[in-house]
């Protein structure tokens, strides 16, 4: 698939796969310097506007490196970037490491996965058939009942 791509920064790397053809997820690069207090989030530019075709999304996903050994991840994860979006990509971070994290500039800093996504059209109805499960949710699977 081809994703038409603009720089805002000339300088900034465009998302690239570690493993290409074993890797979902491109990553994506800070496209400016700053330091996140720890308990702290905050939107970092990536310096890149995307076109992502239509009957597709973008979602933007932490990287587990980043999560695991300085408590720093996406805050809205999945952050979602529609296909009629043409602003810059920004990726929204929160520290909830015990130490500031610094932000460099070309830093690998969330991932981004392109996949196609269904449009609906509602089907109201009076009501819904039975189904095993029912209405039971919010951790009730596995109770057992006395």
């Given at each position: 698939m081809e994703i038409k791509a603009e720089r805002v920064n000339k300088d900034i790397e465009l998302p690239k796969?570690?493993?290409f053809g074993e890797d979902a997820g491109l990553d994506l690069?800070?496209?400016?310097?700053?330091?996140?207090?720890?308990?702290?989030?905050?939107?970092?530019?990536?310096?890149?506007?995307i076109a992502v075709?239509?009957?597709?999304?973008?979602?933007v996903y932490p990287r587990s490196g980043l999560a695991l050994k300085k408590g720093v991840t996406v805050l809205n994860a999945d952050g979602v970037i529609d296909s009629g979006y043409r602003g810059e990509?920004?990726?929204?971070l929160i520290n909830h490491g015990a130490e500031d994290f610094n932000v460099n500039f070309n830093d690998r800093i969330?991932?981004?996965?392109?996949?196609?996504?269904?449009?609906?059209?509602?089907?109201?109805?009076?009501?819904?058939s039975e189904s095993q499960r029912g209405e039971g949710g919010f951790g009730h699977t596995g109770i057992k009942k006395n």
């Open positions: 796969y570690q493993h690069h800070a496209a400016e310097e700053l330091t996140i207090k720890s308990g702290e989030y905050k939107l970092i530019k990536t310096g890149l506007k075709p239509k009957g597709y999304a973008a979602f990509v920004g990726v929204i969330a991932q981004l996965i392109i996949q196609q996504v269904n449009t609906i059209e509602w089907n109201e109805v009076e009501s819904l």
